[in-house]
């Protein structure tokens, strides 16, 4: 068991180095010139307000330009507490039977 | 000449993630409470969320609410904070359903044990294979 918790831990630190190294050659932090920031992003910023009529970015992209995301996302919602319901009620219609 | 390391301190946000990620990680792996099992899978979605977030903030950078103010104004990257809004939905349902498969678990086996679940299932196998022969 001693012998398996140490294999994990080496095994993490070594992932750990290759996951640094690749975050070492990601673009500085921060700065406005960014791949990131593309015009996607742009687009957002400046026509936010004249298409949606928001003046929260980050809700007129949740609920206006990218809608139908949000509409299956509560659609997950609804199946995660779904599959919840069924999975707690066959136990105890097991334990009456 | 920059360093590994220097490369690392510009990026420190990332840094802390990837440190999460290993937390979430090693705790996965170590322990036997299924229940901290599924506390470590959290740290590491946590993680994954700070290196999204990072990825869109800009230093200096005003929050993405217009204000009607200067039009100067760098505001930063909307995107991401929408996009991890949909990640923290599929976390919470992730996180709901593996609370409930361990219930179910704890009323079949009466512990929240790995180990011992799976030992619990060996004896199990064995016997129905005995039976068999």
């Known amino acids: 068991m001693r012998i398996r918790k140490l294999l994990i831990i080496i095994v993490a630190l070594l992932a750990a180095y290759g996951i640094l190294v690749a975050v070492a050659e990601l673009p500085p932090y921060g700065m406005a010139d960014n791949p990131v920031h593309n015009h996607v992003s742009e687009r957002y910023i400046n026509k936010a307000l004249d298409e949606t009529g928001v003046t929260n970015m980050v809700t007129a992209i949740v609920l206006d330009y990218r809608a139908y995301d949000t509409m299956f996302e509560t659609i997950v919602l609804f199946t995660a507490a779904l599959a919840v319901v069924i999975t707690l009620k066959v136990s105890k219609r097991k334990e009456k039977g | ?133």
């Open chain 2, 1 to 133: 000449m920059k360093t590994l390391l220097g490369k690392l301190v510009i990026n420190y946000p990332y840094l802390f993630a990837v440190v999460l990620f290993i937390i979430g990680t090693i705790i996965v792996l170590t322990r036997d409470n299924l229940f901290k099992k599924l506390i470590g899978i959290n740290i590491m979605e946590s993680a994954i969320f700070i290196v999204f977030i990072a990825a869109g903030n800009i230093r200096g950078g005003a929050v993405p609410i217009l204000d009607g103010g200067r039009a100067d104004t760098v505001y930063i990257n909307p995107l991401p904070s929408a996009l991890m809004l949909t990640g923290i939905v599929v976390s919470v349902s992730v996180t709901a359903f593996a609370l409930a498969l361990i219930i179910r678990l704890y009323k079949s086996y009466g512990t929240t044990s790995a180990r011992r679940i799976a030992e619990m299932r060996n004896e199990v196998l064995k016997h129905d294979s005995s039976h068999q022969s």
